[in-house]
């Protein structure tokens, strides 16, 4: 049979995998709450189901598609070959505009019908803010 000492140090190696295997469990399970994930617009017309957890749509934004009412700025994403409207309440980043890149993170309510509470806008590496854009023309 085992000695004293090798049994000893199966038990440790057995706690510490069994620690190991919790801990990597626990970080997952409250890491899910916080996924979301990104889809174009042809991905969700091309969805078996509609999910209703959050998630990212991402595309450009479909020019002469932004309709600002007083409250609510409704557009088009559009990946080219599909569109989804989406409609959106509170200030939008300064970025935004036509023909720009756009991720809205919020909830699917059909597969044509997307209501974001999240904006974000995107830009190339190139972008400089206008701030700091005149600071360099004045020097």
Known sequence: MYGRKVKLRLFFVTLILIT??????LILKSLEENVVFFQSPTEI????????NKIRVGGMVKKNSINVNSDEV?????????????SYSG?????????????????????????????????????MPPEVKEALEEK
């Open 20 to 25: 190991l295997i919790l801990t990597v469990f």
């Open 45 to 52: 017309k091309t969805l078996s189901e509609l999910d209703t």
């Open 74 to 86: 409704n557009f088009i994403i559009t990946d080219f070959k599909n569109e989804i409207n989406v």
């Open 91 to 127: 200030a939008v980043p300064n970025l935004f505009a036509e023909e720009k890149g756009v991720v809205a993170e919020g909830f699917l309510k059909d597969r044509n019908f997307f209501s974001a509470t999240k904006i974000l806008a995107k830009h190339d590496e190139n972008y």
